[in-house]
């Protein structure tokens, strides 16, 4: 999300993916309004992942980052599920930390996902 815990979070991952080797990289930072709440949001994220225009590195991505606060990702993630693209690609979601302790409503019915 944008906000500091969002932008700290996507920072440190990209610190962390400077002393990696160069086979890693970032291939898409993109920010989610903190109040968003409509589909067209979401679904512009889950466009550019999808991206096969030439140039862009988005279809090679395995991982998936999520730096948003719950509600957010409670959204994305429906949005994803409701992608038969998404759900055909290889991208793996993580989550993080902040989720531990509220992942039922993140994720509710999904836990294990």
């Given at each position: 999300?944008?906000?500091?815990?969002g932008?700290?979070?996507?920072?440190?991952?990209?610190?962390?993916?400077?002393?990696?080797?160069?086979?890693?990289?970032?291939?898409?930072?993109?920010?989610?309004?903190?109040?968003?709440?409509?589909?067209?949001?979401?679904?512009?994220?889950?466009?550019?992942?999808l991206?096969?225009?030439?140039?862009?590195m988005?279809?090679?991505?395995?991982?998936?980052?999520?730096?948003?606060?719950?509600?957010?990702?409670r959204?994305?993630?429906?949005?994803?599920?409701?992608?038969?693209?998404v759900?055909?690609?290889?991208?793996?979601?993580?989550?993080?930390?902040?989720?531990?302790?509220?992942?039922?409503?993140?994720?509710?019915?999904?836990?294990?996902?």
């Amino acid at each position: 999300t944008d906000d500091d815990y969002g932008r700290d979070g996507a920072n440190a991952v990209r610190a962390e993916l400077g002393n990696l080797s160069p086979s890693v990289c970032l291939a898409l930072f993109q920010k989610i309004d903190l109040h968003a709440t409509d589909r067209a949001t979401y679904e512009s994220v889950l466009r550019s992942l999808l991206s096969n225009n030439p140039g862009t590195m988005y279809r090679k991505a395995k991982v998936v980052v999520l730096f948003l606060q719950p509600l957010n990702a409670r959204l994305f993630l429906e949005h994803a599920s409701q992608n038969p693209d998404v759900l055909q690609s290889n991208f793996t979601f993580l989550g993080v930390d902040s989720w531990g302790d509220i992942r039922s409503s993140v994720l509710p019915g999904r836990e294990a996902a």
